[in-house]
């Protein structure tokens, strides 16, 4: 397995290192579409899976999820999240045994969802509906700390509303300090996506690459070529990819990715899992 460039005490380590430099913005990625996000001594954590849940429940089946990375932490050693949130609710997303332990070692954490998630999330993280922050395209931004959020519509592979016409699926525009970070969940290109996005001046993009093949049997996501276009698009600053190299069947390489980003000039960061890039 894939072993984390930094995991368990020596990540904790880092990002208490990074505290003292508290006016830049710190970000690791914890593997899939997960990133921690630490500005001024506050803590953003986004679509985090940090368990073997997946594993578990399809071993045995014509579609393992076989763990391509090793974990870079335990939720339960987290005690200082303020903000976690999930874009959709596919596990990888919204996964009760990370959620849950997270949830017990920070008592006050605020955990955003989908409103029309809503239900669905306290379910399976067994709290009640009251306990979680709903979020929906069209709402005024929500000031949670420093962090402020903007909702947008994603597409896994369809914009899918419910019976209110909320989205299931959201990207989420995060304003801290003097950047703004676009991070899209699951999602393929759609019209009217890039000018949705380009209402604000995206500093960094944080974008699935792993494609999508119906013989996989899941809903896809970008191709490298179409996320290093959708970053040229919207004038992002960097793109970071993210969605690869967590399970063997769904996966691709980010040389791919980076080779299509310089193919048209959009600047990129491939990080590591449990690497930290300071901005």
Known sequence: MIKPVLQDDAFLEDVDRAKSEPNKLHLWWLGQSGFLIQWQNHHLL?????????????????KPHV?????????EQLGFVDVVTSSHNHTDHLDGDTLIPLLRTNPGLRVLVPR??????????????????????????????????????????????????????????????????????????????????????????LIPINGRDPARGVA??????????????????????????????NTVSPHKFAKAAEKIGQDYHVLKCGERLGL
């Open 220 to 249: 896809g996501n970008f191709t490298s070529e179409e996320a290093s276009q959708l970053g040229k698009e919207i004038n992002a600053g960097l793109v970071i990819p993210c969605h690869y190299e967590m399970f063997e069947f």
């Open 67 to 75: 763990q391509m990375t090793e974990r870079v932490i335990a939720p």
């Open 116 to 205: 029309a998630n809503v239900n669905f999330a306290a379910e399976r993280l067994q709290v009640s509906a009251e306990k979680l922050t709903p979020i929906r395209v069209g709402d005024e931004a929500m000031k949670i700390g420093p962090f402020t959020f903007h909702a947008i519509p994603s597409a896994h592979e369809t914009l899918e509303q419910d019976e209110n016409g909320d989205y299931r699926c959201m990207g989420l525009i995060v304003q801290v300090g003097n950047w703004t970070i676009y991070h899209s969940g699951d999602c393929i290109p759609y019209d009217g996506l890039v000018d949705r996005i380009k209402k604000w001046k995206i500093d960094l993009a």
């Open 46 to 62: 986004i679509d985090p899976y940090l368990s073997d849940s997946l594993t578990k429940k399809y071993g045995g089946t014509n």
